[in-house]
């Protein structure tokens, strides 16, 4: 396959996933939104050999053909589609291959872990899968600013945090928490009541701490953006359209009053067209605004 024709897999990947991501992409100019799209089926294909192995297939080997990948992409020599348009991204930008693995690094904690003590167990795996997909990005972004790099941390945490919160009960089918056991325990909600899916007063307390820590993840993001050049902040347009609608998602959680245990949450596409192409506007001629609480 070549590169041309990687680089069209990977987009039609893409758009076919219906991704709060995709929406995000489409203010990009053409050779970022085809890298975003590169990283964004990467990364969708990978937690899908996690989450979704196909029968009789092997999740552990299966991430270590594709660290086998990542390996033959430096080294020129990739083989999956995706591989193949990754190598022509990372050559272009620059990405470091370290990224990469400890991307698969955190997929990989998903068949080992499935409980974590307290949130400083959990910090790593929300660190890998999320905040390093950020530093990823901002090679595509090109931004400047040293700073930034606390910015995509933050905001990929962030972003995490907000996953789990929306998917617990997704979470729960598959034996898998991810709140920390400490602090079940600190607000009287028992793991066995979390993977019955009881919705107690409990739980409702629990959550509210839950989301109170994503919003200062928020918080602390939307300081470095205020705090970095004009030029870093319109090359971010498209990491504050994902921070509107990822906030907008925790903020109907809220008002939901932490009901996660039925229907997924999510926004309605031209929800999330409406707010992609706000935050363009703001970021790129106006002052930057805080959109949603």
Not at 9 to 22: E, H, I, R
Not at 80 to 99: K, M, N, Q
């Amino acid at each position: 396959m070549t590169p041309r024709q990687a680089h069209a897999y990977c987009t039609q990947k893409a758009k076919d996933s219906g991704s709060n991501f995709y929406y995000s992409f489409l203010f990009l100019p053409q050779s970022q939104r085809e890298a975003m799209y590169t990283v964004y089926t990467f990364c969708h294909e990978v937690d899908a050999t996690v989450d979704h192995p196909p029968p009789g297939l092997n999740p552990a080997e299966q991430l270590t053909r594709w660290r086998q990948e990542v390996t033959a992409i430096y080294r020129g020599t990739p083989h999956h589609p995706v591989a193949i348009s990754l190598a022509d991204h990372v050559a272009r930008l620059a990405i470091p291959e370290e990224y990469l693995q400890e991307l698969l690094t955190g997929m990989e904690m998903d068949l080992t872990y499935s409980r974590y003590r307290t949130f400083e167990d959990l910090y790593p795996y929300c660190y890998r899968v999320a905040s390093v997909v950020g530093l990823i990005c901002l090679k595509i972004f090109g931004t400047r600013d040293p700073r930034a790099k606390d910015y995509a941390i933050q905001l990929g945490l962030a972003f995490q945090l907000t996953n789990i919160l929306r998917d617990i009960g997704a979470d729960a089918d598959r034996n898998r928490i991810y709140l920390p056991q400490e602090e079940l325990a600190r607000f009287g909600y028992k793991e066995q009541e979390l993977l019955a899916k009881r919705y107690t007063p409990q739980f409702r307390n629990l959550m509210a701490f839950q989301c109170q820590r994503a919003r200062q993840f928020y918080q602390h993001a939307r300081q470095i953006y205020a705090s970095l050049p004009r030029n870093d902040q319109r090359t971010l347009v498209a990491a504050e359209i994902m921070q509107a609608v990822y906030g907008r998602l925790l903020h109907r959680i809220e008002q939901r009053n932490y009901s996660v245990f039925g229907p997924r949450i999510r926004l309605s596409p031209l929800h999330r067209i409406g707010i992609a192409t706000t935050t363009w506007l703001r970021a790129t001629i106006g002052p930057y605004v805080r959109l949603y609480p």
